[in-house]
């Protein structure tokens, strides 16, 4: 029991992630119809400055405090982020709004190819520890344990979905938002600038994504050129799972994969009487996906399609 | 039906199609004889490429089905011969009846991933494929326990070179007193396959199968209505399109002589898609373009961009390998951006783009 309580800690933790980059992704596919293939990368550059502006700081002797480092770190990483998520936008989508379906794929999977080269020209292609400023302080939950700093990830996250749910659901921005996804043509039609709405929903996504760039660094505590890729996979599988284009979706898909994941990962050995092994974990995420898929295919909690577009 | 095969051949076809065959026919001796063997490897791979490519072309162009991984076929195909005539479980069967089976295999995965997804439509087709993808790369990957299966990740060695007759094709020849290297009579294997895989896409397309794969792309309802049985004409593309992936893994194996999980990631399916999709979806011509330049192009910086270097600056500034992705990289996004209807795009889809641009 102590081991069932303490994989669905992990599995929240993990998942709470993956439901911050999947916002990212079901954002701009609700908006644009788009998979956004980068924004993987964009967390991972997330990563990667947060690690590199906490270190350079802890090199310049000022004596902050770890919170105050991670802090400013992480200002620096979402503005970077925002700019990135707005630039990739703006060069290799915005151009092919009106090509053919799969142009923007093409160029989404470029720059991603780009993203991460140029982060092996900056950071280099082995793995960088993150700084040892983090509190590894355990909290005992039912015979589990989960640290402080895996608490503050689950909280930051929910509340940070809570916030953009409030935002799009009763902010100006928010109503736009839904509009442009609803109809474009006709959202620009009632005054909406739908370009600019375009730019805010990768701004507000990519922001997102640095910081979950920042909490896989601190729960792995190490960053990589190519950390992004998988955990952008997972997430966006996280976000389909959900219904593709639904935020609430891409909260529940993401948590959901977490703790599936987790809990496979622990339990597969026994399932199987030892024939598949935890190195099958990676499995769980698309079988679950498919297994659902079949049963519901338009997720978890995406409306169901229409037959006539 | 087909009004094209009953026209007279025009003398200008004919020219073509004979000045066509004899620059293939002795591509490899000037590209070999230029450049080096090496470059006759690249076209070789090239080849495979175009098979790959021509492959999911029927399932992504000519029946709008968008497939993240595709080289799981490529894979079953491969690792069918691979495990058939390999020391790994000792078996040496001839290629006559590994490359046939692997492609069966393959079309045999095809359905059995197209069975299950037939209601999926579009973008959830795509991921529920990428995980089709994933799932055969990681079994794959562990399956060489408890059973060793298939060796993990170390791969499949010393697979036999396909033979004909005693005419082993990974051993150098000697015709008319010149060698030729194994890399030289893949290339004309390669190619006559290649011939037989965009001839089946040719007529396919021109079929009533291609017709049905067309008006299900464009509205699947209506033609549910028009009588085309919507759930058949998927599983055959699905099936049709992993065979032509499961012959290239086949020939991809015997060619290579050792295969492991990492050649048939998801990078390698979303490059077969940057293929068809740069070429021009949905025209054979177009899709065998976009393989060669997509396989060439890499080839060509990995030569270029160290020796340039050296040259402009007396000193490597960025790492060679990592210079060449990002130029992939870049030139991915401009070519989409300059040419978003792909380099040769069929007569329909530039239409359809033309139309779009106009905001009919």
């Given at each position: 029991m102590d081991i069932f309580i303490q994989q669905i800690l992990n599995g929240l933790v993990l998942g709470s992630i993956y439901a911050l980059i999947a916002l990212g992704y079901t954002m701009v596919y609700g908006i644009m119809g788009l998979i956004n293939f980068a924004h993987g990368e964009v967390v991972m550059v997330g990563g990667m400055v947060t690690v590199s502006v906490v270190s350079a700081l802890m090199a310049a002797g000022l004596g902050l405090p770890p919170l105050a480092l991670i802090l400013i770190g992480l200002m620096v990483a979402v503005a970077a982020c925002m700019l990135?998520?707005?630039?990739?936008?703006?060069?290799?989508?915005r151009p092919l709004r009106k090509a053919q379906r799969l142009a923007p794929l093409i160029t989404a999977i470029g720059v991603s190819i780009v993203l991460q080269q140029l982060a092996i020209l900056v950071w280099g292609r082995n793995y960088i520890p993150f700084p040892p400023i983090l509190d590894h302080d355990v909290i005992q939950i039912f015979g589990a344990s989960i640290t402080r700093l895996q608490m503050v990830i689950i909280v930051l996250c929910l509340a940070i979905m809570g916030g953009l749910l409030l935002v799009v659901e009763k902010t100006k921005l928010g109503r736009a938002m839904r509009a442009t996804s609803q109809n474009p043509a006709v959202a620009g039609l009632m005054g909406v600038n739908v370009n600019t709405i375009i730019s805010a929903t990768f701004v507000i996504g990519s922001a997102l994504g640095a910081i979950a760039g920042l909490m896989v660094a601190t729960n792995y505590e190490q960053v990589h050129y190519y950390m992004g890729f998988m955990i952008g996979l997972k997430a966006f599988t996280a976000a389909v799972l959900g219904g593709i284009g639904n935020l609430a979706g891409a909260v529940a898909g993401g948590i959901l994969l977490g703790i599936i994941e987790s809990l496979g990962a622990g339990y597969i050995g026994d399932l199987?009487?030892?024939?598949?092994?935890?190195?099958y974990q990676d499995i769980f995420a698309f079988a679950v996906l498919i297994v659902v898929l079949i049963f519901r295919p338009s997720g978890l909690l995406g409306e169901k399609m229409a037959d006539r577009a | 039906m087909n009004t094209m095969t009953k026209q007279?051949?025009?003398?200008?076809k004919v020219a073509t199609f004979v000045a066509s065959a004899i620059v293939l026919a002795v591509l490899p001796f000037i590209v070999g004889g230029t450049f080096g063997n090496s470059w006759v490897r690249t076209l070789d791979f090239a080849l495979l490429y175009v098979m790959l490519a021509l492959g999911l072309n029927i399932v992504v162009g000519f029946a709008g089905l968008l497939d993240l991984g595709f080289i799981a076929f490529y894979a079953v195909g491969a690792y069918t011969f691979g495990l058939l005539a390999s020391p790994h479980f000792s078996l040496d069967m001839p290629f006559w009846i590994t490359l046939p089976l692997g492609a069966l295999f393959a079309a045999m995965f095809g359905v059995m991933l197209g069975t299950p997804v037939l209601k999926l439509k579009g973008d959830y087709l795509a991921i529920v494929t990428l995980g089709f993808g994933e799932i055969i790369r990681i079994f794959l990957n562990n399956l060489n326990a408890p059973v060793n299966l298939t060796n993990g990740p170390q791969g499949i060695n010393l697979i036999t070179p396909i033979e004909v007759a005693g005419f082993s094709f990974g051993k150098p020849h000697e015709f008319f007193g010149i060698t030729f290297n194994g890399v030289y009579m893949y290339y004309y294997l390669f190619l006559a396959l290649t011939v037989l895989v965009v001839i089946m896409a040719w007529r396919l397309q021109h079929s009533r199968i291609g017709r049905a794969w067309v008006a299900m792309r464009e509205d699947d309802i209506a033609a549910a209505a028009m009588g085309i049985n919507i759930r058949n004409i998927k599983l055959l593309a699905f099936a049709l399109g992993a065979l032509s992936g499961g012959v290239a893994g086949g020939l991809f194996a015997s060619f290579q002589g050792f295969i492991s999980p990492e050649s048939f990631g998801l990078l390698e399916s979303i490059m077969i898609l940057a293929m068809v999709v740069l070429g021009g979806m949905g025209n054979i011509p177009g899709v065998i373009l976009g393989a060669v330049v997509l396989t060439v192009v890499p080839e060509v910086l990995r030569d270029v961009i160290g020796p340039l270097q050296m040259a402009t600056f007396g000193k490597m500034i960025?790492?060679?390998?990592?210079?060449?992705?990002?130029?992939f990289g870049l030139a991915l996004v401009v070519m989409m951006l300059v040419r978003p209807e792909g380099m040769l795009p069929s007569k329909r889809r530039k239409a359809e783009f033309e139309d779009a641009k106009e905001g009919v």
């Open positions: 990135l998520g707005f630039t990739i936008e703006r060069v290799a989508y199987t009487g030892g024939f598949l092994g935890s190195h | 007279p051949a025009s003398a200008k960025i790492d060679p390998e990592n210079a060449r992705m990002l130029l």
